[in-house]
Structure formats: C-alpha cells, structure tokens
C-alpha cells in the first residue's frame, strides 16, 4: 500500500483556519486520497476525500496538487470540536484503508 | 438514521480465555472492515467483508483470530486463547460498497488480564 507522511502534531486557535498537509509521493493514478478524524475515545470519522480536483464539502476543503504528490485538508474556521486526530490515507478501489499515526491537531481558545 | 454499533462496549477477560466481539453494520451496507487500535497507536487494518465474497483475513494477526458475517449483516469477531497484547479497541466499519465511505462504530476496548 502506497503511505502518506504527515506531521505527527499541529496547532491551531479557534476560529482560524487550518492547513494539515499530507505527502503520498508514491501514489498511484487510481488512489484516492481520504480523510478521517478521530475524537477522543471514538472511531474514526470520515472528513473528505477526492482523486484529482479540489473538493469541498460542509466540514473542510481538501487542496491535491497537480502531480497528486501532496495533498492539503483546510479547516476554514477552526472550532474546539475540531481537536482530534487527522489521519491522511490513500484508498484504492478495493476499499481497504491503511491508516498512518496521523496528525494530532491541537485547537487553543 | 442507525449508524454501527458494536458490542459489548468494553470488556474485560482473563488470559487465555476466549472472547467474542459483535459488530451490527449499517443496513444495506455490504462492504464490513474490522480494525484494531492499541494503545496511542494508529489503526490497524484486520479483516474486511464484501457481498457474499471470500473475506480478506490477511490483516489477522494470528490463527487465533477468526471473524464470521452471518447473512451478510451481522459479524462476529472471535479472539481464541486471549493474550495481553490482544489488549485495544476493536473497531468496526461498514460501506455501502468497497471503496465507499467507512462508518466507524465506537469500538470495543478489550483488556486481557
């Protein structure tokens, strides 16, 4: 499976926006590139995800350059709820995920 | 609408003893994933249903981790002969096909003693 490297923590105040970023240089032209989250003492949950084009949706924006070697999650409003684990993972159409350590994202007041 | 639920919540047992962990997906989902996350670690993949398909076992640690679907909804993961390092949170996801987006439920923390 292709891995993805993200910093291991990032900070961040509330109400300002969030850049988390992921490299995935090994990606192949089918993966796709998810996000999940993970609250304390919860499962995962699923943020966004996307192939080649920028997406959006009511809980981020995720950025994917042009040669899909990195990728960005934007926060656009950071709130305290969005303190949690940030894991970047590449699926493949056979839907497996592998997940990393992912990004421990710390949100100040 | 129900999202995953999973069954007990917690559980503790002794060593060497044999467990049981339940997972009910989300109706209509056919892909299910079973996933184990140890202490301050990232989520390991374990098993994974799709359909009325073989299931990928290749993630199980060892012989002594099985899981069943039974009628394509409801799995069952099975630890034999519990081990401390079996000690975690077993997490169940489901989709509504592979490759769709996973629904967690909250887990099951597993302690061997």
């Known amino acids: 499976d292709a891995k993805t490297t993200q910093p291991n923590s990032m900070e961040s105040n509330e109400e300002e926006p969030v850049h988390l970023p992921c490299n995935h240089s090994t990606i192949s032209g089918t993966d796709y590139i998810h996000w999940y989250r993970q609250l304390p003492s919860q499962g995962p949950e699923y943020v966004i995800h996307g192939l080649t084009s920028n997406v959006n949706n009511r809980m981020a924006s995720l950025a994917i350059a042009e040669d899909r070697k990195s990728s960005t999650l934007i926060l656009h409003r950071a709130t305290l709820r969005d303190a949690a684990v940030y894991y970047c993972?590449?699926?493949?159409?056979?839907?497996?995920?592998?997940f990393g350590q992912g990004t421990i994202l710390t949100v100040h007041p | 609408g129900a999202g995953v639920s999973q069954s007990p919540s917690n559980k503790v047992t002794e060593k060497g003893k044999d467990v049981e962990l339940r997972c009910d997906p989300i109706s209509g989902h056919t892909a299910l994933y079973w996933y184990r996350q140890s202490l301050g670690q990232g989520l390991e993949f374990l098993i994974y249903?799709?359909?009325?398909?073989?299931?990928?076992k290749s993630g199980l640690p060892s012989d002594r981790f099985s899981a069943e679907r039974t009628g394509g909804s409801v799995s069952t993961l099975t630890i034999q002969r519990t081990q401390q390092e079996d000690s975690a949170v077993y997490l169940c996801?489901?989709?509504?096909?592979?490759?769709?987006?996973?629904?967690f439920g909250p887990g099951t923390r597993l302690l061997v003693l």
């Open positions: 249903f799709q359909g009325n398909s073989a299931p990928d």
């Open positions: 996801a489901s989709s509504l096909d592979r490759a769709e987006t996973q629904y």
């Open positions: 993972i590449l699926g493949t159409s056979y839907g497996k995920l592998t």
